[in-house]
């Protein structure tokens, strides 16, 4: 639809993918390892999620997985019709992830969620700094740090890190990062302002842009770059 960005449909054919091979290989050490790295939130498509909700209660209660199993259970949990029936969960194999490309497609879905996770929370600051709402900073402070937790998915390469990773095969050296004045900023970025990237500032006018980026400057000169207002 108009409104799924590339990285939604991106993330949507991974999701139908390994919801497929979930289906397709009826394997109970594989619905283990994909439910050990992608949660349920993690998924924003559909099908996907109710497949994943079915397999996960299956292995919640020690039954094996079926493709018999999968329908009886999401059945049971109203989400056959999601699916698109029996026939529907028929049909989710010929997307069915080949076993080689299981693993990348995964991680690409836990990676495309935590960036998801990690907009949102920017979205949720910047309203709280225009809103001069302190409890909401502190919420979006909270959940930015949650992130960066392993169990959140903070051990996974995030867009910024591929990027770093692409810079440095491609000069040799590690990317140069300046600070922001703000901790929860840094967080966010992972680091600071990285040199080569252009960086937008935006919000509502008279509403502090340019004494914010007057304070950035301040804190990336004394960290040693040259800055021109």
Not at 26 to 42: F, G, K, N, R, Y
Not at 189 to 207: D, M, N
Request: proline share 4%; net charge negative; hydrophobic share 40%.
């Amino acid at each position: 639809s108009a409104g799924l960005t590339m990285s939604d449909h991106r993330s949507i054919r991974a999701e139908r993918a390994l919801a497929g091979a979930l289906v397709y290989q009826q394997s109970d050490a594989l619905a283990d390892q994909l439910l050990e790295v992608v949660a349920i939130p993690d998924l924003t498509d559909p099908v996907a999620r109710a497949v994943f909700t079915a397999a996960s209660s299956l292995r919640s209660d020690g039954v094996s997985i079926s493709m018999l199993g999968l329908a009886e259970r999401c059945r049971a949990e109203g989400s056959l019709d999601t699916v698109g029936g029996e026939q529907g969960l028929d049909a989710l194999t010929a997307e069915a992830a080949s076993l080689p490309t299981i693993n990348q497609l995964a991680r690409d879905v836990k990676r495309l969620a935590l960036f998801r996770r990690r907009t949102h929370v920017a979205f949720a600051l910047n309203a709280a700094a225009v809103e001069g709402d302190d409890d909401a900073w502190q919420q979006a402070e909270a959940e930015l740090q949650d992130l960066d937790r392993p169990s959140s998915g903070g051990g996974y390469l995030t867009p910024h890190d591929i990027a770093d990773r692409l810079i440095e095969s491609l000069s040799g050296a590690d990317p140069v990062r300046w600070p922001w004045p703000l901790p929860s900023l840094n967080q966010l970025s992972g680091g600071g302002a990285r040199r080569g990237q252009l960086t937008g500032i935006f919000g509502p006018s008279s509403h502090g842009k340019s004494g914010f980026l007057d304070c950035c400057l301040q804190s990336m000169g004394a960290a040693g770059a040259s800055c021109l207002l």
